[in-house]
T-cell receptor
Framework: EADIYQTPRYLVIGTGKKITLECSQT?????MYWYQQDPGMELHLIHY???????EKGDLSSESTVSRIRTEHFPLTLESARPSHTSQYLC??????????FGPGTRLTVL | GENVEQHPSTLSVQEGDSAVIKCTYS??????FPWYKQELGKRPQLIID?????GEKKDQRIAVTLNKTAKHFSLHITETQPEDSAVYFC???????????FGSGTRLQVQP
């Protein structure tokens, strides 16, 4: 079934660790996005991509980086995790002129 | 860029009453307006959307209205039920960067 997948779903990690949150899709959409969201609060766009080899920074200043080497994958990397990074991270994609479709999210806790 | 404002931030209604959530946007070139529902612990999911060539769209108990002149759009939920309790987000496209700009969300609580 065409969908968008995120791993891990939950992650607890210590300060200073490097982490990569995975996002993959089987929908073939060019545009992909990363949002940071505290539970039930605003959605903050942190990165987006128009397609392979395209990455752009969003609104929220973030110490994360992304890559888009393949259409299917859009991983998010934190070089050095801090407690302020504790949040939910949502990956999304969209087809031209349509809504954004969200993945299930990764809930990150940095101790 | 696009600026989307959403009101109210919280809304409590009795079961069976109607609920209305309002949003305004700034980019007059915007032509697509989706609404998302996010239940506790789940991802935001599209519930209804409207394009700029129509003024109203209905889907059972939910409807969306659009006033392009005033640059505002609203979500209407009739005959509310406890399972309508969630956070609702409106959105409008930022035509410059081709991504949605989301409102700040409305927490709807339907009291049984």
């Amino acid at each position: 079934e065409a969908d968008i997948y995120q791993t891990p779903r939950y992650l607890v990690i210590g300060t200073g660790k490097k982490i990569t949150l995975e996002c993959s899709q089987t929908m073939g959409h060019d545009k992909m996005y990363w949002y940071q969201q505290d539970p039930g609060m605003e959605l903050h766009l942190i990165h987006y991509s128009y397609g392979v080899n395209s990455t752009e920074k969003g609104d929220l200043s973030s110490e994360s980086t992304v890559s888009r080497i393949r259409t299917e994958h859009f991983p998010l990397t934190l070089e050095s995790a801090r407690p302020s990074h504790t949040s939910q991270y949502l990956c999304a994609n969209s087809a031209p002129g349509t809504e954004e479709y969200f993945g299930p999210g990764t809930r990150l806790t940095v101790l | 860029g696009e600026n989307v404002e959403q009101h109210p931030s919280t809304l409590s209604v009795q079961e069976g009453d109607s609920a209305v959530i309002k949003c305004t946007y700034s980019d007059s070139a915007s032509n697509y307006f989706p609404w998302y529902k996010q239940e506790l612990g789940k991802r935001p999911q599209l519930i209804i959307d409207i394009r700029s060539n129509v003024g109203e769209k209905k889907d059972q108990r939910i409807a969306v209205t659009l006033n392009k002149t005033a640059k505002h759009f609203s979500l209407h939920i009739t005959e509310t039920q406890p399972e309508d309790s969630a956070v609702y987000f409106c959105a409008a496209p930022d035509t410059g960067r081709r991504a949605l700009t989301f409102g700040s969300g409305t927490r709807l609580q339907v009291q049984p």
